[in-house]
């Protein structure tokens, strides 16, 4: 034998108002059959006092006007059938009204659909059969009464239900909205923060690492001459620091028009930043010494190989390859091999516009722009100067900001740092 099917739930406890409403309701009927307010009998014979049976199921049933509205419309109906034979009460009339309407409310989705559906049959029933039987206009104030009694409510619950379920709908598309709303700050938040380490990690190691390198340099070496030049790299650099820091802090402070933070560094400044790591080498090479590992012979060369007639880059593009380049010489610094370093800018050549030189596309339009960093792969057991580990890191999600390409490790003897910046036409002048 099959498994049997599951009994339904019981009903849960009434409500205290549903309580209320099912005392008032039964005191109302006592009331009025005690001052013989009622119809007399229909149909069948039944006795005058069916009705205060139905009286005492129908309030009944409207303890379950919320915790079983299905069960108290389907037992109050058959207890409404036998009030209209027996000759009905004015409260068993609105009580049986009421679980229509609860029904319709508070049911389930399937009986809040059947429900109305019901009571227009009904309606159109009670108008159509009496009015065909009796052929007299009066015959219509039947289907008038069942549309009050049945439809009527019904429709009402429809129509209040409806609204109830548009407003939850909106009040769970508002907490949606707030939770995304709530996700995309956080994750603005998460972003800034680690936009803004990456600004600072590559605004300050390279400066760091040469004021560290010039230090140990000054501790090294007995030579007034040469401390005095270390410890004028050593200033220079915090300066040029401490300039970068004061740029990003009035970023970070929206200042304002009354005092404007120092541009940003572009590509024309990459000249400046070779000088200052080649400095920084030679003084490591001085420093070097038994105790303090190192290699000498490092050597700093920029190549250019954009086109003259290119396109301004955008601001982002440029600060881009600019903080990547600076990254891979503090990283050059600090681990290299002797031999040469070579910074290497390209745009690619010149591509002419369908209609020819001079009305094509303007040269270095949509080209992007290719940053690579060449330096010998060395092997030194520690580091030149301490670093934390988020160079790469900073570089590569500098790139992926911008949609371009990074790549870094070994590769023929040497480590290569190479970054593709997608340039799109009409940036440069934002």
Known sequence: MGAMPPLPPLPGRPRQQDLGIAG?????????????????????????????????????????????????????????????????????????????????????????????????????LATVIPLAVLR??????????VGVIAAGPAWTGMVIRNHKEAAEAARLRAEQTALLAEMDRVQAVTTERARMARELHDMVAGHLSAIA???????????????????????????????????????LR?????????????????????????????????????????????????????????????????????????EALTNALKHAAPGEVLVELDRGPLVPGPRGAAGGARSGEGTPLRVTVVSPLGRAPVPRAPGSGAGLIGMRERVSLLGGEFTAGPEDGSWRVRAVLPVTGGEGDR
């Open 24 to 124: 008032v309701g039964l005191l109302g009927g006592l009331v009025l059959w005690g001052l013989g307010l009622h119809g007399a009998t229909v149909a069948l014979g039944m006795p005058a006092w069916c009705s205060l049976v139905s009286l005492v199921v129908l309030s009944g049933c409207e303890t379950l006007r919320r915790t079983a509205p299905g069960i108290g419309l389907a037992i109050g109906t058959a207890a409404y059938a036998l009030d209209v034979l027996a000759g009905s009460l004015i409260s068993n009339v609105v009580m049986f009204t009421d679980l229509v309407y609860t029904a319709v409310l508070y049911g389930r989705p399937a009986a809040a659909r059947l429900v109305p559906r019901v009571a227009e049959l009904l309606t159109v």
């Open 136 to 145: 007299r206009p009066e015959a219509l104030l039947t289907g008038v009464m």
């Open 213 to 251: 390198i010039h230090s140990t340099a000054a501790l090294s070496l007995a030579d007034p001459a040469a401390d005095r030049e270390a410890l004028g790299v050593i200033r220079e650099n915090s300066v040029r620091g401490l300039a970068e820091m004061r740029r990003l802090i009035g970023l």
């Open 254 to 326: 929206d200042a304002g028009a009354d005092a404007e933070p120092a541009a940003a560094p572009t590509l024309e400044g990459l000249a400046a930043l070779l000088r200052q790591t080649r400095a920084a080498a030679a003084a490591e090479c001085s420093a070097r010494s038994d105790d303090l590992p190192g290699t000498t012979g490092l050597e700093f060369r920029l190549r250019d190989r954009r086109p003259a007639a290119a396109d301004p880059l955008p601001a982002p593009v440029e600060l881009a390859a600019y903080r990547i380049v600076q």
